[in-house]
């Protein structure tokens, strides 16, 4: 894992196992999603069997909106 990631050029970093507040990038891109999949369900009042068809569609309109620090 070591070797790839630094023939790619990317940074491995770990975690306390269990400590999922250690990651604070992962943790705040949770609750942003959450916050737009809750706003979407309620603004649409539809049954909540759609609620994975909302996660998937807000992260996919995450994904498309860009960033002010790109």
Wanted: glycine content about 2%.
């Amino acid at each position: 894992m070591h070797d790839w990631c630094s023939m790619h050029r990317i940074k491995h970093q770990t975690t306390a196992p269990y400590t999922s507040a250690q990651n604070g990038y992962a943790e705040h891109l949770h609750q942003t999603l959450l916050g737009r999949v809750r706003a979407m369900h309620l603004s649409c009042n539809v049954p909540a069997f759609l609620w994975d068809e909302f996660c998937t569609t807000a992260a996919y309109l995450t994904n498309l909106t860009t960033l002010s620090t790109l």
